[in-house]
């Protein structure tokens, strides 16, 4: 069940991600330590585009904001 801090993280980067700030690796990386370390060993050769859409898409952003959000 999630916390309500886990409630707050998602809004935060739910938030960052509306808006395209590369401030989203930072919290998401904060929130989540292991993620990108286990995802780079996984593929080594991500680039930092492709490093953006993981927070979004771990997170279940709603498909409609997503279409928005990476155009």
Avoid: G, W
């Avoid at 060993?41 to 979004?56: R, V, Y």
Wanted: aromatic residues 12%.
């Amino acid at each position: 069940m999630p916390t309500v801090l886990d409630k707050v993280i998602y809004d935060v980067i739910i938030s960052l991600a509306q808006y395209n700030s590369p401030e989203i690796l930072y919290r998401f990386t904060r929130a989540n330590p292991k993620f990108f370390k286990k995802l780079l060993q996984i593929e080594p050769n991500l680039k930092t585009s492709e490093l953006l859409f993981a927070p979004i898409s771990n997170y279940n952003f709603p498909q409609k904001r997503l279409k928005h959000t990476l155009l």
